[in-house]
T-cell receptor
Framework: AQTVTQSQPEMSVQEAETVTLSCTYD???????LFWYKQPPSRQMILVIR??????QNATENRFSVNFQKAAKSFSLKISDSQLGDAAMYFC??????????????FGKGTHLIIQP | NAGVTQTPKFQVLKTGQSMTLQCAQDMNHEYMSWYRQDPGMGLRLIHYSVGAGITDQGEVPNGYNVSRSTTEDFPLRLLSAAPSQTSVYFC???????????????FGAGSRLTVL
C-alpha cells in the first residue's frame, strides 16, 4: 500500500518570504500522480499544483513550485513571496495510474502553514 | 454553478441513529468517492464508484454503505451511527483517466457530522 508522509505538522513564515513544505511517499508503482492541496478555514479542498511522475520537469503554478525527486520519493512544495491568503492546511497526495487510479488519493496528514504579517 | 453538492453541511446524531449524506455532481463524472477527515489524520477513502451500479471499498469502509444508481448521485449511508464516525466527510468526483494526463478531483464543501 502507498503511504504519504508530511513530517512538518506546522510551519511559520514571514509575509513575502519563501517557505518549503516537505512530503515523502512510498510506492512500488512506477507511474503515478502527485498533488498538493490547500485547505483554508472554509474547509474547501483546493488544488494547488500537480505533477506527473513520468515528467522530469518540475511543475510550477505562479508562486508555487515543486521539487520532485523520483528516486528519493520526495515531493516538496515551495511557496514564494508568501501572502496572508496562503495561510491554510496543505496536504500532499498520491494517486496511482494503474487501474485508472479509481481507488482514489492517498493523503498525508497535512502541514499547517502560518503566515506572519 | 457546476460542481459537487453535499447535503447537509452539518448534522448531529445520537448513537444508533441512521442517516444519509447526499452527494450530487452535474459534470458527468464517472468516478465518485467519499473521504473522511479526522484531526491529525488527513483524508481517508471510505468508498468509491467508477460508474453507475459499481462501487468498491476504500481504506475505512466499516460502518458505511453506498450505492450508485445514477451517474450524478452517490449517497453515503450510516446505518447505526457511532461516536467514532464523528468526522468531516467529503465527496469528490472526476472524469475517468484520460491519456492527456491526470484528471483532478473536484471536492464538495464537506459535511460535519457529530455523533453523541
Amino acid at each position: 500500500a502507498q503511504t504519504v508522509t508530511q513530517s512538518q505538522p506546522e510551519m511559520s513564515v514571514q509575509e513575502a518570504e519563501t517557505v518549503t513544505l516537505s512530503c515523502t511517499y512510498d510506492t512500488s508503482e512506477s507511474d503515478y500522480y502527485l498533488f498538493w492541496y490547500k485547505q483554508p478555514p472554509s474547509r474547501q479542498m483546493i488544488l494547488v499544483i500537480r505533477q506527473e511522475a513520468y515528467k522530469q520537469q518540475n511543475a510550477t503554478e505562479n508562486r508555487f513550485s515543486v521539487n520532485f525527486q523520483k528516486a528519493a520519493k520526495s515531493f516538496s512544495l515551495k511557496i514564494s513571496d508568501s501572502q496572508l491568503g496562503d495561510a491554510a492546511m496543505y496536504f500532499c497526495a498520491y494517486r496511482r495510474i494503474a487501474g485508472g487510479g479509481a481507488d482514489g488519493l492517498t493523503f498525508g496528514k497535512g502541514t499547517h502553514l502560518i503566515i506572519q504579517p | 454553478n457546476a460542481g459537487v453538492t453535499q447535503t447537509p453541511k452539518f448534522q448531529v446524531l445520537k448513537t444508533g441513529q441512521s442517516m444519509t449524506l447526499q452527494c450530487a455532481q452535474d459534470m458527468n463524472h464517472e468516478y465518485m468517492s467519499w473521504y473522511r477527515q479526522d484531526p491529525g489524520m488527513g483524508l481517508r477513502l471510505i468508498h468509491y464508484s467508477v460508474g453507475a451500479g459499481i462501487t468498491d471499498q476504500g481504506e475505512v469502509p466499516n460502518g458505511y454503505n453506498v450505492s450508485r444508481s445514477t451517474t450524478e448521485d452517490f449517497p453515503l449511508r450510516l446505518l447505526s451511527a457511532a461516536p467514532s464516525q464523528t468526522s468531516v466527510y467529503f465527496c469528490a468526483s472526476r472524469r475517468r483517466a484520460a491519456a492527456s494526463g491526470a484528471n483532478v478531483l473536484t471536492f464538495g464543501a464537506g459535511s460535519r457530522l457529530t455523533v453523541l
